[in-house]
């Protein structure tokens, strides 16, 4: 498998992860991608928000005090 079809993979992971709710709020958290998705999951994000723009869509991080992080690299778990 090639790095391109991995990394299409993982954003199907993610996406999966991302819109289908299994806790009272919506969303997940970073540890919970990085178990799912592997390290490299903040280029997952940046590759699935590319994506998501194409669609008139908007990826968000949100930090647990509730502070939108514009760029996924400002984000350390």
Sequence with gaps: ?????ALAQ????????LLFQRHRIPGVK???L???IGRDYLRVLEALKRRL????????????????????????D
Excluded at 1 to 5: G, V
Excluded at 10 to 17: E, F, T, Y
Excluded at 55 to 66: D, H, N, P, S
């Design 1 to 5: 498998m090639s790095s391109e079809e």
């Design 10 to 17: 993982k954003v199907k992971r993610a996406v999966g992860l």
């Design 30 to 32: 970073g540890w919970e």
């Design 34 to 36: 990085r178990k799912a």
């Design 53 to 76: 723009a194409d669609l008139g869509l908007e990826l968000r991080a949100v930090t647990e005090e509730g502070r939108v992080v514009k760029d996924f690299k400002e984000l350390t």
